[in-house]
């Protein structure tokens, strides 16, 4: 069984800055990819960040030059420091992992962890 669990979420003013982060545990036999989700609202959930395995970084252009997307692998863990928020950044985030399981190396399994909300007040 693996799962991730994320933190640091909370209520922020415009301008402020936050970090979230999402620790992967259970059968992991590697991490291929990490990544970070949001969803607004009435609104379908998107990309904010991702990095692969690799150490490439992608960012949506909606937090270029704000978010930084890091992966401590010793700890399986992603952070995504968040600076300059904004009001439209306020969502419901949520931590995805490509992990290959111990014993099922073969393939790997898609992850999600539980979503951590966001406000950022005007």
């Known amino acids: 069984q693996v799962q991730l669990v994320e933190s640091g979420g909370g209520l922020v003013r415009a301008g402020d800055s936050l970090t979230l982060s999402c620790a992967a545990s259970?059968?992991?036999?590697?991490?291929?990819?990490m990544g970070w989700y949001r969803q607004a609202p009435g609104k379908q959930r998107e990309l904010v960040a991702y990095i692969p395995s690799g150490g490439n970084t992608n960012y949506a252009d909606f937090v270029k030059g704000r978010f930084t997307i890091a992966r401590d692998n010793a700890k399986n863990t992603v952070f995504l420091q968040m600076n300059s928020l904004k009001p439209e950044d306020t969502a419901v985030y949520f931590c995805?992992?490509?992990?290959?399981?111990?014993?099922?190396?073969?393939?790997?399994?898609?992850?999600w962890g539980q979503g951590t909300q966001l406000t950022v007040s005007s």
């Open positions: 259970g059968s992991i036999f590697s991490i291929n990819a």
């Open positions: 995805y992992a490509k992990i290959q399981r111990t014993g099922w190396t073969t393939r790997t399994f898609d992850y």
